[in-house]
């Protein structure tokens, strides 16, 4: 069941612009994770906002929920080539088994 | 550092073999997750383990199995491998209180 829905699928910016991807799910949360995809790898996990937080800052990222509208999004400032990779949100509910929802995906390309 | 690995970054099989993925992690993790991620479709949950010996069904189960018989190894198994089972394989481990998932390379299966 695909829990999250992410938009916009593909983003294309230049390097040095901001790149924003919104993320939507429809159940009740314990966490939101953003996590990253280079070309044919496995995941990398970015960072987690909890249920109980709005936003959240790591580096050049930022991160927004809000939970009465089930929606989060992730912002990346000052984008570089190397952040060109595919981005996914993931859900995760209570309990302790640690099971995620993931979304589709955005894949963001950035042009140098 | 959490590294996870997978035994095999590129795998072709033939219809109707059985095939096994193996995924080893060292950081003592309690759970285990074996996902397949298709392009348009995300990652979406095969399997998951929570302890040694224990298993549960994710979202599409059918056509796999798993074992787990020591914490640090979760293998998935293709019981008979088809085409509609050609895709990329990613493990992924968590654990030490932490929520958010270690994934390891990814296996690119293709079944012929």
């Known amino acids: 069941s695909q829990q999250g829905e992410e938009d916009p699928q593909a983003l294309s910016i230049q390097e040095g612009e901001n790149a924003t991807m919104n993320c939507s799910y429809k159940?009740?949360?314990?966490?939101l994770q953003w996590y990253r995809q280079n070309s044919g790898r496995g995941l990398v996990h970015l960072i987690l906002?909890?249920?109980?937080?709005r936003e959240k800052h790591s580096g050049r990222l930022r991160v927004t929920l809000d939970t009465s509208k089930k929606s989060s999004s992730l912002l990346i400032t000052a984008s570089r080539a190397a952040d060109t990779a595919s981005y996914f949100c993931?859900?995760?509910?209570?309990?302790?088994?640690?099971?995620?929802?993931f979304g589709q995906g955005t894949t963001l390309q950035v042009k140098p | 550092d959490v590294k996870v690995t997978q035994s095999s970054r590129y795998l072709v099989k033939r219809t109707g073999e059985k095939v096994f993925l193996e995924c080893v992690q060292d950081?003592?993790?309690?759970?285990m997750f074996w996902y397949r991620q298709d392009p348009g479709l995300g990652l979406r949950l095969i399997y998951f383990?929570?302890?040694?010996?224990?298993?549960e069904k994710g979202d599409i189960p059918e056509g796999y199995s798993v074992s787990r018989e020591k914490k640090e190894r979760f293998s998935l198994i293709l019981e008979s491998a088809s085409t509609n089972q050609t895709s990329m394989y990613l493990c992924?481990?968590?654990?030490?209180?932490?929520?958010?998932?270690?994934f390891g390379p990814g296996t690119r299966l293709t079944v012929t």
């Open positions: 159940t009740s949360i314990n966490n």
């Open positions: 906002i909890r249920s109980n937080e």
């Open positions: 383990s929570y302890d040694v010996k224990m298993k």
């Open positions: 992924a481990s968590r654990g030490g209180g932490n929520d958010e998932q270690y």
């Open positions: 993931a859900t995760g509910g209570s309990g302790n088994t640690g099971k995620l929802i």
């Open positions: 950081m003592d993790h309690e759970n």
